[in-house]
């Protein structure tokens, strides 16, 4: 594949719904990091995956965010019971490896996310 | 723990012009690298340039170069030729320490005809 690919590019859900955001990474790439990023600001820091195991999710907001890479590639960032505050674009970026951050990271164009 | 400033929130420049971009971050970490992302409209962070805090030379790629301070703190952009599709937010981003990056709050960019 090209390179990182999101879906769905937009989602808007309802206060208190369950919704899932997809990442497909760079083939053979090993490391993937979600970010969200709100209106007007840089991303932020989520969570980073290295293969299959959630190296650093120091990042997560609360716990009803929850992310799984289960196959070390496809990734799906989870958020039950959904609020307003969660509106934000999340982006997913992916490296060859990982090396104390010090490898490019490459991203997907991110899901919109909208709460009514 | 790390801190990426971008002061100026918004800039322009005429087609063909040059146009600095400036940044300052604040790190313990002796070993890192320095990022700016441009991000269209189309949502995508694209990497521009990019450099090693260990190397004493600016990065260059093309139209775009940077130029390091260390001791500063300092890691400004500088984009020559400046082209309408250069119109973007710009992010300067710190990698260093751990996985994460952390970025600047951006910088809007718009290259006027």
């Known amino acids: 594949g090209a390179g990182v690919s999101q879906t769905p590019s937009n989602k808007v859900t309802e206060k208190g719904k369950y919704v899932e955001l997809r990442c497909d990474p760079i083939?053979?790439?090993?490391?993937l990091y979600w970010y969200r990023q709100s209106l007007g600001q840089g991303p932020e820091f989520l969570i980073y995956f290295q293969g299959t195991g959630a190296a650093d999710d120091s990042g997560l907001p609360n716990d009803r965010f929850f992310a799984v890479r289960p196959e070390g590639s496809v990734s799906t960032l989870k958020i039950q019971r959904t609020e307003r505050g969660d509106s934000a674009v999340y982006l997913c970026?992916?490296?060859?490896?990982?090396?104390?951050?010090?490898?490019?990271?490459?991203f997907g164009p991110g899901t919109r996310l909208t709460v009514l | 723990a790390q801190t990426v400033t971008q002061s100026q929130p918004e800039m322009s420049v005429q087609e063909a012009e040059t146009v600095t971009l400036s940044c300052t971050y604040d790190?313990?970490?002796?070993?890192?690298?320095l990022f700016w992302y441009k991000q269209p409209p189309s949502r995508q962070m694209i990497l521009v340039i990019r450099q090693e805090a260990y190397k004493q030379q600016n990065a260059t790629e093309n139209r775009f170069s940077v130029n390091f301070q260390k001791a500063a703190k300092s890691f400004s952009l500088k984009i020559s030729d400046s082209q309408l599709g250069d119109t973007a937010m710009y992010f300067c981003?710190?990698?260093?320490?751990?996985?994460?990056?952390?970025f600047g709050k951006g910088m809007k960019l718009t290259v006027n005809p």
């Open positions: 981003a710190f990698g260093g320490g751990s996985e994460k990056l952390v």
């Open positions: 083939s053979g790439h090993t490391a």
């Open positions: 970026a992916s490296s060859l490896s990982s090396s104390g951050g010090l490898d490019t990271q490459y």
């Open positions: 790190t313990s970490e002796s070993n890192y690298y």
